[in-house]
C-alpha cells in the first residue's frame, strides 16, 4: 500500500448480490493496513473485555487489552466495576503486573504513585515535600477510564471512543446465541480455572475466518477423526465419547449459519450424538427453564463469532477464545473452558475432559488449525498473488434476512443460509469483512473531514 492512498474498497470488493465477493491478500500481510485496523477498528469500536464473573469480589481485577492499549477492569470496593487504562500518571509504567488478583490497591513500581480499584490516585508519594507548582493540584492525577463500558449477560464491552451505538444495537440478533450460552445454567455460566495462553504467526482474520469454517475440518483435523473411529471400535482405552464428524457425512444432518450487522456470525449444524454434549445430562432442567426450542437449539454445535475480538466454539464442549492482534503476522490467544455455575461434578468432569481433548492448546484441534494459519501466512509471502478464492462457497443457498430456522429463534439476521452439511458455507466471513469496510470507510471519511 503506498503512503496517503489507502482505500477501502480495493481490499475489500462486496458485490454478493452479482455472485461476486472478493479479498485481498493484503490485508492479512501489509503492515500499514494492520494499524490501519488497530485504530480504526480495534480502538474505535466496542472490544470484548471478559465476563463479570471474573470480577466476584470487591477490588478483584483482571488485566487486558483493547487494540494496543493495556487496560485494568476491575470492581471496586462499592462494587462497580471500572475499565481503566493500565498506565501511570506519572511516568506511564503500567501499575497492575499480574493477569488477575485482588488488590485494593494498584501500585506504581517505579515511583510508587497507588490508585485505588476504583482507578482513584490515593498517594503520590512524598508528595507534601516536593515542591510541585500550583499547576500540579490542579490536575486529576486519576487513572483514565475507557470512555465506554457495558454489559450483556456478564459479558463486558468497552470502546474507548464515545461514537459507538449502545451494546445492544450492536450485538443484534447475535444476543441470542450469547443467552444460549449463558441460560444453560440456572445461575449462568462461568470460566473454569486453567487459562490458556499461545500465539500463532499468522494474521488475526483468520481465526475470526476459521471459527465459521465448516470446511477446513476433515481435511485439517483427519488426526482427530481417526481416534474418534478407534475409540468407537473399541480400540482406545479412553472412554471419552468426543464429537464425532464422521456422522455429519448424512444428508439428513442440515448446518446453516446466520450473518449479523457490525461483522458478527454463526455458524450452527444439527447434533446426530447430542448423548455426547456435556449439557446432555441436564437437558431435561434446562427445557424447564428455557423451552423446547432453545433447549434443542442448546445441543446444536453452534460457533459463535461477535467481531472483532471474541468466540464462543460449541461442538466437543464449550470454549470462549479472545483475540489479541499483536502484528500482523503475530496473534495471541486467550482461551478459557466455560461450564454452567453449580454443574454436577461427574459432569463437569466430563466436560473438562473434551475441552482438553478437542480444544485445548494442547489438544487435538487447536494445533491443526494455528499450524494451518501459519502456513497460510507463509503462502502470503507470493507477494505476486493478490485475491484470495472461495469466498463463493454456498452463495446460492444464501438468503436475505431470516429463514425457517432464524424465525424459530425469533431473530432476524443480515442473511441465513442454511442446507446439507455437505454445502460447507463460506459466506458466513463476509460479515467480517463487511464491517471491516464500514469502520474502514468511516475512519477515511473522518480523515478526509478534518483535512
Not at 465477493?21 to 490485508?27: A, E, K, P, S
Not at 480455572?193 to 499461545?198: D, F, K, R
Request: with cysteine; net charge negative; charged share 25%.
Amino acid at each position: 500500500m503506498k503512503a496517503g492512498q489507502f482505500d477501502p474498497s480495493q481490499y475489500v470488493q462486496d458485490h454478493a448480490s452479482e455472485g461476486e465477493f472478493l479479498v485481498h491478500r493484503d490485508v492479512f500481510r501489509d503492515p500499514e493496513i494492520f494499524d490501519l485496523e488497530m485504530k480504526n477498528i480495534f480502538e474505535s469500536s466496542w472490544v470484548f473485555l471478559g465476563l463479570t464473573s471474573q470480577l466476584k469480589k470487591t477490588n478483584d481485577f483482571f488485566t487486558t487489552w483493547i487494540g494496543r492499549q493495556p487496560v485494568i477492569v476491575s470492581r471496586d470496593a462499592s462494587g462497580k466495576i471500572h475499565c481503566l487504562l493500565n498506565t501511570c500518571r506519572h511516568r506511564g509504567a503500567i501499575v497492575a503486573h499480574t493477569r488477575q488478583g485482588n488488590e485494593r490497591h494498584h501500585i506504581c513500581q517505579y515511583h510508587g504513585w497507588a490508585y485505588d480499584s476504583a482507578g482513584k490516585c490515593v498517594s503520590v508519594k512524598d508528595e507534601a515535600d516536593a515542591l510541585y507548582a500550583e499547576g500540579f493540584s490542579a490536575e486529576s492525577h486519576d487513572l483514565v477510564a475507557v470512555p465506554r463500558l457495558a454489559e450483556y449477560r456478564g459479558l463486558l464491552f468497552a470502546s474507548l471512543v464515545d461514537d459507538v451505538v449502545p451494546i445492544e444495537e450492536h450485538l443484534g440478533g447475535a444476543k441470542a446465541f450469547i443467552d444460549l450460552v449463558v441460560d444453560q445454567g440456572r445461575d449462568g455460566v462461568e470460566l473454569l480455572p486453567g487459562t490458556g495462553t499461545y500465539t500463532f504467526r499468522a494474521n488475526w482474520k483468520l481465526q475470526i475466518e476459521n471459527c465459521v469454517d465448516g470446511y477446513h475440518l476433515t481435511s485439517t483435523h483427519p488426526s482427530f477423526m481417526k481416534i474418534v473411529e478407534r475409540r468407537k471400535l473399541g480400540e482406545s482405552r479412553t472412554p471419552l465419547r468426543n464429537i464425532d464428524f464422521n456422522l455429519y457425512g448424512s444428508l439428513s444432518v442440515v448446518s446453516g449459519g446466520f450473518t449479523f450487522p457490525y461483522g458478527h456470525a454463526v455458524l450452527w449444524s444439527g447434533n446426530p450424538a447430542p448423548e455426547t454434549r456435556p449439557i446432555f445430562p441436564a437437558i431435561e432442567e434446562v427445557r424447564s427453564r428455557v423451552g423446547d426450542v432453545r433447549a434443542r437449539w442448546m445441543l446444536k454445535a453452534r460457533n459463535l463469532t461477535l467481531f472483532p475480538n471474541v468466540q464462543f466454539a460449541e461442538s466437543a464442549s464449550l470454549q470462549m477464545r479472545v483475540i489479541r492482534p499483536i502484528a500482523p503476522d503475530l496473534t495471541e490467544m486467550t482461551i478459557h473452558c466455560i461450564a454452567p455455575v453449580g454443574e454436577a461434578p461427574a459432569v463437569r468432569a466430563n466436560r473438562i475432559r473434551l475441552y482438553e481433548d478437542f480444544f485445548n492448546s494442547t489438544g487435538l484441534a487447536t494445533p491443526d488449525d494455528s499450524q494451518t494459519y501459519e502456513d497460510c501466512q507463509t503462502g502470503f509471502r507470493a507477494l505476486s498473488v493478490n485475491r484470495m478464492q472461495g469466498y463463493h462457497r454456498g452463495m446460492k443457498s444464501v438468503q436475505s434476512g431470516a429463514d425457517e430456522y432464524a424465525r424459530e429463534l425469533g431473530i432476524e439476521p443480515a442473511t441465513s443460509q442454511n442446507g446439507p452439511f455437505a454445502i460447507q458455507d463460506e459466506t458466513l466471513f463476509h460479515a467480517c469483512y463487511r464491517e471491516w469496510l464500514r469502520l474502514m470507510n468511516k475512519a477515511q471519511q473522518a480523515d478526509g473531514d478534518t483535512r
